[in-house]
């Protein structure tokens, strides 16, 4: 196994890895077994430490190719890059490559449709490789109807569904994100998905809710689609913890239902801090709703965040730090850049001080307990 050069960590050939593990629903156990390797040596890839034999990253492209994660009519252009990235010390087999994608497999439609809306940028993403494998699953290859991703604030429901409508994006035919922080009415959002879902500009939306959502189904139904509603809870009670809609938006549970118990080819995926009442009966190992609770980072992952925040300590203190609060990595961002602006980076003298709930944390915790 090579080692990536002067010790240093590359990452964005270790995310290049991972996204395309997830994309063929695979866990790090699951392809070792595969190629042949340890679970660490997958490890290690992803990390950025070090880079597979020319062999192993064959076998894992073939892997790739087979499962159609790279976007359609791209393979060859996706291929090259990787093994650039791998800083292989032999040139990429062109007829082996020519022989790999002249094999029969299945066909993707050309490329997606995508509305990217207000979903937020994800430069760096940090571990979340079971989450990922357990969402591609679901989403890609079971077809579920509505897949929700639960958790605290700031613990990266977002990032981890932005990262996943990139990798499953190639799936569907349409692809559609919209925020619901600002609590938008139901018949506003209907409006806005029907107008991306049609082929052609509607001239005219039916008035009534009914026909409303009898519309929708229908375009869920004539096309493969995948619709992300993220930040759910703003349209749920605050205080109570019981998911129910607030009031004014009791419409959004029935739009939950219906897209949940009728008939389709696509899926509603939702992110929010609660899970939302209407869905819970529906929810179940053999239904097509299907929940992931999202918990903090584990203790590799949260390393990570702080090291690439550049700060001073042993691995004790980084443990310690992330262990405190919770793996979050919203409150490790703004713990990390205190411990930057008020103790030179030093993570000790910060751990020292009585107080580690403040400003911008607790405002967070606030957040989430008046949920």
């Known amino acids: 196994m090579k080692r990536s050069s002067y010790g240093e960590r590359d990452y ?6 991972l996204t395309l593990r997830t994309t063929i629903g695979l866990t790090q156990a699951g392809l070792a077994e595969r190629l042949g390797v340890s679970r660490r040596a997958v490890a290690e890839w992803e990390a950025g430490s070090a880079y597979p034999k020319a062999e192993h990253l064959k076998a894992f492209l073939a892997l790739c190719v087979r499962a159609s994660a790279f976007p359609a009519g791209r393979e060859t252009e996706e291929i090259r890059t990787l093994w650039r990235a791998a800083h292989q010390k032999i040139l990429l087999d062109e007829l082996w490559l020519h022989g790999l994608l002249g094999a029969p497999r299945p066909r993707l439609a050309p490329g997606p449709r995508v509305d990217w809306g207000e979903a937020l940028a994800v430069p760096t993403f940090y571990d979340r490789e079971q989450e990922m494998a357990t969402l591609t699953r679901w989403v890609a290859r079971e077809r ?9 604030g700031g613990i990266g429901k977002s990032a981890l569904v932005v990262t996943l409508m990139h990798q499953v994006a190639p799936h569907f035919e349409v692809v559609i994100w919209r925020s619901l922080r600002d609590a938008p009415s139901c018949e506003a959002l209907l409006d806005d998905c029907l107008q991306v879902l049609a082929s052609q500009p509607l001239r005219e939306v039916p008035t009534s809710l009914e026909r409303r959502l009898g519309l929708l189904l229908e375009h869920l139904r004539e096309a493969r689609a995948l619709l992300v509603l993220d930040n759910l809870e703003a349209l749920l009670e605050e205080g109570e913890g019981t998911g129910r809609m607030r009031a004014g938006y009791e419409d959004y ?5 219906q897209v949940a118990q009728t008939e389709h080819q696509s899926c509603l995926l939702l992110t929010s ?22 918990e903090g980072l584990d203790a590799h992952a949260s390393e990570q965040l702080l090291e690439e925040r550049e700060l001073v300590g042993n691995a004790p203190g980084r443990e310690r730090l992330a262990e405190a609060y919770g793996g979050n990595p919203l409150a490790l961002k703004i713990v990390a850049q205190t411990i930057v602006e008020l103790f030179n980076g030093e993570i000790a003298p910060f751990l020292e001080q009585s107080e580690l709930i403040f400003g911008g944390v607790r405002e967070l915790l606030g957040e989430q307990f008046a949920r």
Request: no cysteine; charged share 30%; net charge positive.
């Open 273 to 294: 801090r609660e899970k939302p009442r209407d869905l819970a009966a529906l929810e179940g190992s053999r239904t097509p709703v299907r929940s992931l609770r999202l």
């Open 144 to 152: 579920r109807r509505v897949v929700s991703v639960l958790g605290l």
């Open 253 to 257: 549970g029935r739009l939950l239902r």
């Open 12 to 17: 964005a050939f270790g995310q290049m890895m």
